[in-house]
């Protein structure tokens, strides 16, 4: 009975649809609105804060009314060329389920500002988390909000948020009175609850955990981490090039999950410290592109460390010295190379990975999370060393026909190129993100 209970569990959590986060921006974001509107002869700005699992789990507990004051003061309203005051006069404060028992957070606050005299040219400036990833916009008046005044994220620009942070208008004050704008009631506050986007996250929350659903539950993380490992980026082509050109063998390729396997677990719990201990001073969602950086600096690193490997190798090979050359140098290269591949496909942490090891530590489940983020790496491991395997059967394969012309000794070479040229993208798409 037991094994039926946990073969249908396994069977339902890989059934289920695979995401990356609860958040539809993603865990670490911290997401922002303001509405600026003219009640009256009053200016009003409705401020919205959006805070995703992990900016919520670090700020801890928090106190509307003061994170209310420190909004008015990064908010920047300025009317005909003067610095114009903003106070919070109505505050309201919620927190909508997020993915593995988290909380987001819903702020909003309404500012009241200056009268106005008659038509004035108006500036805002929104400086609040200047430097912290997520949505950004501002409108006027009554026009539509592309994102419902943070309610609901367009899908088509999820990869590139809305990045509004100034505008420049003129408002003209009514001639009669008007009413002032107001936070919305409690259900509007909790809307929406996200908690069910996140298939993976989700699984350290069960509420028994029996030996089975245990299991189950290692067994569901290993699955995610696989299909994880498919989405863009992991080295995958990388690791496909390596081995198919520096000759490497299925030994290598299990070599290459292991190292992965260590490089992410350890990813995630090195970001899981800097979260709980070090988040005063430095913010985790920055290190992402310092951490794509890194990975393409070293991935650049072993292109052109295989390219001058081919380079000599075919040098000696000219001069009548390919045996002993072949017998020193490309081995030795090839254990260090081995290694810093291994590391560039598992150095970036996935943020559903964090959020299942922030969960666990809230939820007094240490040791399961630390269970299922391993079983994650894992997963992910397997589908890079299953690539890896499938490249090195795949040049065997081609090795067995008789193709001996220049495009089969170009290989190596050609795969050192991809190597590099792969570098240079992640490097080039990494340098705005540290800017």
Known sequence: MKRSVFLVALVAAMASPVAASAHPLGNFTINRFSRIEV???????????????????????????????????????TVNGRRARLVAIETGLAHPAGAGGLKTTRLETILRGPRLAGSSDVTYLDTNYANRIGWKEIVIGQAPSKSDELHAYPKDLLSSPLDVTRVQTRLVPGTVPGTRPHVLDRAGLQAPDRVADSRFASLVQ???????????????ALFWGMAHALSPGHGKTIVTAYLVGQRGTSRHAALLGLIVTATHTIGVFALGAVTLLLSQFIVPDRLYPWLNLVSGVLVVTIGASVLRSRWRHRSAHAHGHEHDHHHHAPDALSRRSLVAVGISGGLLPCPSALVVL??????????????????????????????GLAAVVARSAFRRFSFEGRLVRLLPTVSALVILVAGLLMTVHALPGVS
């Open 206 to 220: 069960r509420e028994r955990l029996g030996f089975w659903v245990i299991v189950a539950s290692i067994g569901a």
């Open 39 to 77: 009640a009256g002869q009053r200016i009003y700005v409705r401020y919205v804060l959006d805070l995703a699992e992990i900016p919520t789990f670090q700020a801890g507990r928090i106190d509307a009314q003061s994170y209310a004051r420190r909004l008015a003061r990064g908010a920047q309203l």
């Open 358 to 387: 922030l969960a666990a530590i809230s939820l007094h489940r240490v040791a399961f999370g630390l269970l299922l983020v391993v079983a994650f790496s894992t997963g992910l491991a397997l589908t890079i060393t299953g690539i």
